[in-house]
């Protein structure tokens, strides 16, 4: 490690505050990208006093599955308002406000390289945790406070540009979703029209857990779709190169998700489309997903927009097999009917949501432009002066 570099330990501090008062309301978990969500956990019955509290600039962590996840979950509120996190998560704070910023602080954690030396500190267990001792031996370069003041403004020039951009994006799915009802709902004359007739679904690759990481081949599963996104690039994983020819997918294709990940991510039978960006990469959905054959005149991104109508989600809601995991059929989604003009009519709405749709591509490209400068930015911290 270089000689620069200082302790972790030695600038934070347990924190060890319980809700005993029930001071906080909202249970929250992290998730992959190191933000706090919505927990999923069931706390019906739970007494509640005994989970931890966060506050604002104050940091959770869960340092059991490091070894098997090959990331350590971890993240630090920015709310002004506590919430409870499990008591199994660690919740500490900077010890040393006036030496090292929790932006700066957060941005080291987000480093991929971050993730790699906390799985190397790991233990032998089988799910490789990460003792606190380990953790606290950690190292990272604490320049001076302005430096990281300056880099920290630098982080967020970049982090509002995307935010910025993806609630324009959020915008204009809006627009182009109302666009295709009011078209619909303009026309009298309408038919009945069943999805399978226009499209047919195909299964995905049943990957083994063992050839994750071991090719450049990208492995696209339920992570990659969202209720509120298009297509989450977040969800894909690094895959061996030696899979089945049938199940590779490619740009502007639709995606399904075909089971529910919980009641609090409700994205079971949801389609996502995959972006124009990823055209350079080779692309497989594994078994928790569907793929879209098109098989009318329609373009994807017409079938697209009726597989995100609130009628289609009813459908799935009605048609979800399965208790603790709800899953759809191929054939429920096939059968999903619905009234509108003719197919020529609705192949004539395409060229009104053309131009709105593809800036959404647009955005969505700049945005992962801007994600690789955060990256960048994030592994020059290595080499940070002091």
């Not at 020039?157 to 009802?181: F, G, S």
């Not at 197919?343 to 004539?348: A, H, K, P, V």
Request: glycine fraction near 4%; charged fraction near 25%; charge should be negative.
């Amino acid at each position: 490690m270089k000689s620069n570099y200082r302790r972790l330990g030695d600038y934070i501090e347990p924190v060890k505050v319980r809700n005993s008062d029930l001071k906080a309301k909202d249970l929250l978990g992290i998730n992959i990208n190191k933000h706090f969500m919505p927990s999923v956990a069931n706390i019906v019955g739970t007494d509640l006093s005994n989970y931890k509290l966060v506050e604002k600039n104050q940091f959770a962590c869960n340092r059991m599955h490091v070894g098997r996840d090959y990331r350590i979950p971890i993240a630090v509120s920015e709310s002004d308002e506590p919430f409870m996190v499990s008591p199994a998560y660690d919740v500490f704070e900077i010890k040393k406000p006036t030496e090292l910023l929790p932006e700066y602080l957060m941005m080291w954690f987000e480093r991929s390289e971050f993730d790699r030396n906390a799985w190397f500190y790991t233990d032998a267990d089988v799910r490789g945790g990460l003792a606190w001792q380990a953790f606290e031996d950690m190292q990272l370069p604490v320049p001076p406070i302005d430096k990281q003041r300056e880099i920290v403004k630098e982080y967020n020039t970049i982090q509002n540009r995307i935010a910025l951009n993806q609630q324009l994006i959020q915008k204009l799915e809006e627009t182009a979703q109302a666009i295709y009802n009011t078209y619909l709902n303009n026309e009298d004359d309408k038919e009945s029209h069943r999805l399978g007739d226009l499209m047919e679904i195909k299964g995905g690759f049943s990957y083994n857990s063992v050839d994750l990481g071991k090719g450049s081949t990208y492995l696209l599963g339920m992570g990659c779709v969202s209720f509120s996104d298009r297509f989450v690039e977040e969800g894909m994983r690094l895959y061996s190169d030696n899979i089945p020819e049938q199940h590779i997918v490619k740009p502007k294709e639709i995606i399904i998700a075909t089971r529910q990940q919980s009641e609090n991510m409700p994205i079971l039978g949801c389609p996502a489309m995959i972006p124009p960006n990823l055209d350079n990469k080779k692309l497989v959905i594994a078994s928790n997903l569907y793929r879209v054959v098109n098989k009318s005149k329609l373009s994807n991104e017409i079938l697209y927009q009726i597989m995100k109508s609130p009628n289609y989600q009813e459908h799935i809601k009605l048609h979800t097999k399965g208790t603790t995991v709800g899953m759809i059929t191929k054939d429920a989604i096939e059968d999903y009917t619905f009234e509108a003009p003719s197919i020529e009519y609705l192949y004539s709405v395409e060229s009104n949501i053309t131009k709105i749709v593809d800036n959404v591509f647009f955005k969505r490209t700049e945005n992962h432009k801007l994600t690789e400068m955060k990256g960048l930015l994030l592994s020059r911290l290595a080499g940070v002066e002091l």
